[in-house]
């Protein structure tokens, strides 16, 4: 996990105008005069998050906030409750539900998501920011075959929406196979890394806890969570047999380097001739994460010019006892509330806040 709670200046707030800003893609769009980048403290996050839900709640009291999508070239009037999600209001497709694939945003049900230096009601506000900012937007989806999902949603592909809020941080790649996601949102990802934008602002975890099953909830034979890699987007299967009670606080342990101990091994990944070339222009904390990726899996992710050379490179380590200091650290977590209990009245404890 990368902790970003004692960088310096993390606590600062800062604007810097359009004509003169650096980072066209600041953390937090403020939409005035002003683009602003925020790095704030926890009592700001609160604050945003009242902001934000209470602009949602204006929207949700009007007949339903629409927004302009074209589905296979066809416009269409969507709403969404939730920004990688969206029902259809008119054409073809009226009443359909949208399930829009190659990306993920924090679930916006209540807040349940937490890694690093996070409050669960903090990424609560990220959730809610991402619903904000695809109703805000005129977007463009494709789908081959309108197939559906286990939950009866056509699959859409908006590459324009997917990397417009991964590049914000209001949502990571994703593929839910072992496969890497689109180099085009990898690359938005990683510059949302590098940049600390949204959800990456007080650390990055390995792996993204994004969905949690219990075993009750008969899902098949084999229960799993999902996990995603925070570097290439694929996704993994965390398998359990554990049936979680209402409100659980459910958490990765995963087996790694702590973090300064992963930051020297990419010191010796660049000093090494053999591998040099390979790591040479992708951020130090990219290759941190793929070290320890390398160490839970065996495998390192799909982003380096030739990843055989930096596998060898890291067996190698391995065999002679490189990553000796490994250790079991909290990942990624998430709060499991049962799909049928999320939106009925009154809410789960959990959930009210």
Request: glycine fraction near 6%; aromatic fraction near 10%.
């Amino acid at each position: 996990m990368i902790d970003f709670n004692n960088t310096r200046g993390i606590n600062d707030f800062y604007c810097l105008s359009r004509a003169s800003r650096a980072d066209p893609y600041p953390r937090i769009d403020l939409r005035g005069e002003k683009r602003c980048m925020v790095r704030v403290s926890r009592s700001v996050w609160i604050w945003l998050v009242c902001v934000a839900l209470s602009i949602l709640a204006v929207d949700e009291a009007s007949a339903e906030p629409a927004t302009l999508v074209f589905l296979n070239n066809v416009p269409a009037a969507v709403t969404f409750n939730d920004g990688d999600s969206f029902r259809v209001l008119e054409g073809p497709n009226t009443g359909s539900k949208a399930r829009l694939a190659g990306f993920n945003t924090l679930e916006s049900h209540g807040p349940v998501h937490q890694w690093g230096g996070w409050h669960y009601k903090e990424l609560y506000a990220l959730a809610k920011m991402a619903t904000l900012n695809a109703r805000r937007g005129v977007w463009h989806c494709e789908s081959k075959d309108l197939a559906a999902d286990g939950y009866g949603r056509i699959l859409w592909y908006c590459l324009d929406l997917a990397e417009d809020q991964i590049r914000h941080g209001f949502a990571h790649a994703m593929t839910v196979s072992d496969e890497p996601a689109n180099p085009r949102l990898l690359a938005a990802q990683h510059d949302a890394i590098r940049h600390r934008r949204g959800m990456w602002a007080k650390g990055v975890p390995t792996y993204v806890l994004t969905s949690i099953h219990s075993a009750d909830e008969g899902f098949g034979k084999k229960t799993y969570n999902r996990l995603v890699n925070t570097v290439d987007g694929h996704s993994k299967r965390w398998y359990h047999n554990a049936i979680f009670s209402e409100c659980q606080d459910v958490c990765h342990h995963p087996t790694e380097l702590p973090m300064n101990e992963a930051y020297r091994v990419v010191s010796e990944l660049r000093a090494d001739a053999a591998v040099a070339p390979y790591v040479r222009g992708i951020d130090d904390i990219l290759v941190a994460l793929s070290v320890n990726t390398f160490i839970q899996n065996g495998f390192v992710p799909k982003i380096f010019g030739d990843n055989a050379k930096v596998q060898a490179a890291l067996e190698s380590m391995k065999s002679k006892g490189r990553f000796a200091s490994v250790r079991s650290i909290k990942g990624a977590c998430a709060i499991h509330v049962d799909f049928k209990r999320r939106y009925v009245r009154p809410k789960p404890a959990c959930l009210q806040w």
